[in-house]
């Protein structure tokens, strides 16, 4: 007890530790891979996410996140046929992915890349009609950006993603469908 | 001197005799050879693999064909599995036997040359078509007439039998019941008398003249009803000539689409050409066909109606190859064949009526069904077997026509069979009248009662499919040329079956001359009937069938 409370009276100014945690809520630009999707819902959407980091070792981190994704689009006709009609859609996916970052920080900046597992949850609905369909896709994700202490310990961050996300499907040609894809994204942070 | 110039001479001839038949003693290459091809094949079986190969005969199992040898060598190759029968089949006729046991193959080998094909069922030759005379009564033949027109196809054998317990019944019911009013005509005592007419004839085995007699009685009656009725004779194995009993009734709309109700006249008996009564084989039959004739000549038809008794089916079911290869030969367009053999002997009470159908058929057999629980108190077993071929209906599945065999039981358990015994106080006619009345409504059911309020024309239907990611669904855009007169709306109905159980679509009539079905599983062919209605709700027959994504229709 001594001991511990000299240490303490030496750290009378105690050593600035490097913050632990970075909780992110980021948002950006998501361009999937699956032509099929695209022809679907179109080229780009807007992706949601909050990720937590815990930082190892100074140059390692590990992170885990959610991603949501939403999009509206309208039923493509098959082959070479000309639809008179099509039906409205609307495409809902829940990402959780985990894995292991590299840092490297200078001057307030930290930059970073890795990767992870990632686990897709989706449902798609016909809306109006009574057919829809849900399930699950598994892949990986891998992700670089830097981020940026902007005052205490708000810290802006900025990072470019790729998600591999397959799922089996009837409807496809190739009896599977990507539904990840490349995306950028900007957001804020919190890190303690 | 005289001698040896005698000897020389003979020598001489002989010698030069042998040198010119020399060429002809040379064994020539055959043209065909006779094989068995098993259906079950474990290598993919490309459309090259068979070119050459000509079905003779389809069975549950396996195949009789007609085959180049030069073919032989290909279908090893790509692992087909044959069996050659006979390398030398030009001028030789073939039978069908189907044996009552396994033992009695013995029987036949002595009489022939004999392949045992497929359980009870062996190919037998014996030089000559005489087949009929030289085997015992119970023994149950069809004589093999060469190629018919019927692709062959490799694959797991389709079999089945069935008893419906939950059948399918007809969405469509009618205000005005034209085919229950039909069917409560039917007479069990008419039935019994031309039975016992039939009998009287003391035998009809084909070649007697009391056959021919038994034939003029039945195109007598015929004509008696106003029917357009003939004989059309036929050669049987090259020594007489007898003639099936052809009546018809012209189809009101399209004449040329027929339906065919029949069964064999003839008979025979371990006493043939003196005591052959025949009470239920096949006088059962011949007296359904009779009575549907009775009571369907007051109606008029869509299809054209064809009451047919055949002749010389025991000789191996000539009258019935001779009439379905010159329907398929003029084009005929034959919708359904239900053929009644033996349709009057009970082994137990209720007896269920076995309804026996190629994998082809089996649309006919489950339509046939539907007519039964709706019109008739009967128990049905469905039989789906192609090697159920020793009656008139096999000749119409080698033309490639969808037929049925009605019979009290496919595993023979009349102990009168083909004996002087099988007379008419051995039946249970109120067995035969059921059937009757079943045979009478699925006829019916088939020709389509005439209605004076006529379906919609020209119905054409178009598919598109949309998908999604995960999803896909079929549109079905249906267009029909508008009805006249009082026509207030339109029924459609859709099936997956084609031909029956159609599923009218909506509550309520449209109005339109056109509907869209939407959201249907694009893996499913659908097929659709059109009918008119008027304001009193009377309702036209059902219009052409079509299936989506084709603009050919087909009337049912």
């Known amino acids: 007890m001594t001991v511990a409370l000299a240490r303490t009276g030496l750290a009378g100014q ?67 046929q000309t639809g008179d009609e099509d039906f409205p859609l609307r495409f809902t996916a829940y990402s959780i992915r985990a894995g292991a970052l590299m840092l490297t920080a200078k001057r307030g900046w930290t930059v970073f890349a890795g990767g992870g597992a990632n686990y897709s949850s989706y449902h798609e609905e016909w809306t109006g009609a009574p057919i829809a369909a849900s399930g699950a896709a598994y892949g990986f994700v891998a992700q670089a950006g830097a981020r940026h202490v902007l005052s205490g310990p708000i810290t802006l961050s900025g990072a470019v993603e790729y998600t591999y996300a397959p799922a089996d499907s009837d409807a496809s040609p190739g009896g599977r469908i990507d539904l990840g894809g490349l995306g950028i994204s900007l957001g804020v942070g919190i890190q303690f | 001197m005289k001698g040896n110039r005698l000897r020389t001479c003979i020598f001489s001839c002989v010698a030069c005799l042998l040198l010119f038949s020399a060429p002809t003693a040379v064994p020539q290459t055959p043209d065909t050879v006779l094989v068995k091809i098993e259906k079950r094949t474990g290598a993919a079986v490309s459309a090259g693999t068979l070119a050459g190969v000509r079905a003779v005969q389809e069975l549950d199992t396996c195949w009789i064909a007609e085959s180049p040898p030069q073919a032989l060598s290909r279908l090893r190759r790509r692992g087909v599995a044959f069996e050659v029968l006979d390398r030398s089949p030009a001028d030789k006729t073939y039978f069908l036997v189907r044996v009552p046991g396994v033992d009695d193959v013995d029987t036949l080998r002595g009489l022939g040359t004999v392949w045992p094909i497929e359980g009870d069922l062996c190919l037998f030759w014996s030089g000559g078509e005489n087949v009929r005379e030289l085997l015992p009564p119970e023994f149950v033949i069809k004589r093999l007439s060469g190629p018919i027109p019927v692709a062959i196809s490799l694959g797991p054998p389709i079999t089945g039998r069935a008893v419906l317990r939950r059948p399918p019944v007809p969405a469509r019911r009618e205000q005005v019941d034209l085919i229950a009013e039909m069917v409560s005509q039917v007479s069990p005592e008419h039935l019994t008398a031309h039975i016992r007419d039939l009998q009287l004839f003391q035998t009809r085995y084909a070649s007697t003249p009391n056959c021919e007699e038994s034939g003029n009685y039945i195109l007598d009656f015929f004509r008696g009803l106003g029917l357009e009725a003939q004989v059309d004779y036929f050669p049987v194995a090259s020594r007489f000539t007898t003639g099936n009993i052809v009546a018809t009734i012209p189809g009101r709309t399209a004449p040329d689409r027929v339906v065919i109700v029949c069964a064999h006249y003839d008979s025979t008996s371990d006493q043939r050409l003196t005591e052959a009564p025949g009470a239920d084989d ?102 789906v077997s192609s090697s159920f071929t020793g009656s008139d209906h096999s000749p119409f599945w080698d033309q490639g026509y969808s037929a049925l065999c009605l019979i009290e039981d496919t595993t023979l358990r009349n102990p009168n069979y083909h004996k002087v015994t099988d007379l008419l106080d051995t039946l249970n006619m109120e067995f035969a009248t059921s059937v009757t009345r079943a045979s009478l409504a699925a006829t019916a059911d088939l020709a389509q009662p005439f209605r004076e309020l006529q379906p919609p024309t020209a119905l054409t239907a178009r598919q598109l499919v949309n998908r999604s990611l995960f999803s896909r669904a079929k549109t079905v855009y249906l267009q029909w040329t508008p009805g006249s007169g009082r026509v207030a709306g339109y029924n459609v109905y859709r099936t997956t079956t084609p031909g029956q159980l159609y599923q009218r679509i909506g509550r309520t009539s449209v109005s339109a001359s056109s509907y869209v079905d939407r959201l249907l599983d694009p893996r499913i062919t659908y097929y659709y009937v059109v009918t008119a209605v008027d304001g009193q709700g009377s309702e036209s027959n059902y219009s052409e069938q079509v299936s989506d994504g084709t603009q050919g229709a087909q009337r049912w």
């Open chain 2, 282 to 383: 096949d006088g059962s039959g011949t007296a359904a066909v009779m009575e549907i004739a009775r009571v369907l000549a007051g109606y008029a038809f869509d299809f054209t109606v064809r009451l047919i008794c055949f002749s010389a089916e025991e000789w191996g079911l000539y009258g019935s190859k001779f009439y379905a290869e010159e329907a398929r030969r003029r084009g005929e367009q034959i919708i359904g064949v239900v053929n009644m053999d033996m349709v009057a002997y009970t082994d137990q009470v209720p007896e269920d009526l076995d309804v026996v159908a190629n994998p082809g058929s089996e649309w006919l057999a489950d339509r046939y069904i539907a007519s039964v629980r709706t019109y008739a108190l009967l128990d049905t077993l469905k039989v």
């Open chain 1, 14 to 80: 105690p050593e600035k530790q490097s913050p632990r945690f970075d909780v992110s809520v980021l948002a950006g630009v998501l361009r999937p891979s699956d032509e099929s999707f695209r022809a679907l819902y179109g080229g780009s959407h807007v992706p949601i996410a909050v990720q937590l980091e815990y930082r190892l070792r100074p140059r390692l981190a590990l992170f885990g996140g959610v991603q949501f994704v939403g999009a509206d689009g309208r039923t493509v006709a098959e082959g070479a």
